[in-house]
């Protein structure tokens, strides 16, 4: 059990859980923990919610030496409290961090602050269909020095943020725009961590993007512009004459946990998943021949979203008319259904918090 201080100023809890959006509201507390070199990570606690003092020096503002995750908890309609596949998160928290010289943190000590904290504020998760209490759990250095190195000292910290739907379209399809400009990450980077740089890298692309009304864009790979990658908020799955085809993790693309979960599902359908390059040509050239039957994207925070246009220079693909494909909506059923315990859940991947 970490250390509880109550705050003594209780926030106003958002009246209209319909317009919840994503991280526009934060709840009464937070959980952290220090790391210094020679100590290890201690005195793990929960506090109220507060700005937090940083030296102007502090390495993570210079460098960036910044891991984060995204995991949420959900209130059944049975009362319980469940988080998806809390394990997984940690365990990717220390790939990110091993990339980025973070001392590990124990795994199991982070999912028990994480449940610990989401308790504390357990009045903040939202009830109402497709909401949740999104959970950022976040290391940083603080050494005030502005030499490049690793850090001695960092700051391991655990938000919470009651949201709705990461895309304002929810469940209908989303534009997406494919980025033959600019790339996000190559082999041999960081673009299999979940660091803020690697979404620092990719604003430039989301602006122009969105100035031409997507949503956001299809990365290719950094080095031929001729394989699919990932949507940077999302991994991506297309459907092509039956087969579903995804990006295989080869070291510049995110390993979702939502991206492993789907892939189970499918398999556990009888589906064929496969992981493999995938080049854009292909899917082009599948769309013409009338064989592109559905694109989709996943993450914890979009869940599954549909694509309903891929646009590649001047050629735009619309996906089964602009509407959600049978694949896609089965998805997010049977996965919002086990994320809400509104579904058996036969793989164990729900952990009640209480
Ligand atoms: C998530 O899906 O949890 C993410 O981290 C995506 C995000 C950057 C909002």
């Not at 973070?102 to 909401?131: F, H, M, R, S, Y």
Request: charge should be negative; include cysteine.
């Amino acid at each position: 059990m970490f250390p509880v201080e109550r705050t003594a100023n209780p926030k106003q809890k958002p009246a209209d859980q319909s317009k919840l959006g994503f991280g526009l509201y934060y709840t009464d507390h937070m959980f952290l923990m220090n790391y210094d070199r020679g100590r290890g990570w201690h005195s793990g606690r929960i506090v109220p919610y507060a700005p937090l003092a940083l030296d102007p020096a502090a390495m993570c503002l210079h460098y960036g030496q910044e891991v984060f995750e995204g995991l949420k908890a959900y209130r059944g309609a049975d009362g319980k409290i469940r988080l998806f596949r809390p394990d997984k998160n940690m365990a990717r928290l220390n790939l990110s961090n091993d990339r980025l010289c973070i001392p590990p943190i124990d795994e199991a000590l982070a999912v028990e602050a994480v449940k610990e904290l989401v308790l504390a504020d357990e009045d903040w998760i939202p009830a109402q269909d497709g909401t949740s209490l999104y959970i950022r759990p976040f290391i940083f250095a603080v050494d005030a020095h502005i030499g490049v190195r690793p850090a001695d000292h960092l700051l391991f910290c655990v938000i919470l943020s009651p949201v709705g739907a990461y895309y304002p379209e929810g469940l209908n399809p989303v534009k997406i725009y494919v980025e033959q400009n600019y790339v996000r990450a190559v082999k041999g980077g960081m673009g299999y961590t979940k660091t803020g740089g690697n979404y620092a890298a990719s604003l430039k692309a989301q602006e122009e993007a969105h100035g031409q009304g997507y949503s956001q864009v299809l990365w290719l790979d950094g080095v031929e512009r001729k394989y699919i990658e990932e949507v940077g908020t999302m991994n991506v799955f297309f459907v092509v004459g039956g087969e579903v085809v995804t990006p295989a993790l080869q070291g510049s693309i995110l390993g979702g946990i939502t991206r492993a979960s789907c892939i189970e599902l499918l398999r556990s359908w009888g589906l064929t998943v496969t992981e493999r390059p995938i080049l854009l040509s292909e899917l082009t050239g599948a769309a013409r021949e009338g064989r592109l039957d559905e694109a989709f994207g996943s993450g914890t925070a979009a869940v599954i979203s549909p694509i309903g246009e891929l646009r590649c220079g001047d050629e735009s693909v619309v996906l089964n008319g602009g509407e959600i494909g049978p694949i896609s909506q089965r998805l997010y059923d049977e996965l919002t259904g086990i994320q809400w315990g509104r579904r058996p859940d036969p793989f164990g991947w729900t952990v009640e918090v209480k």
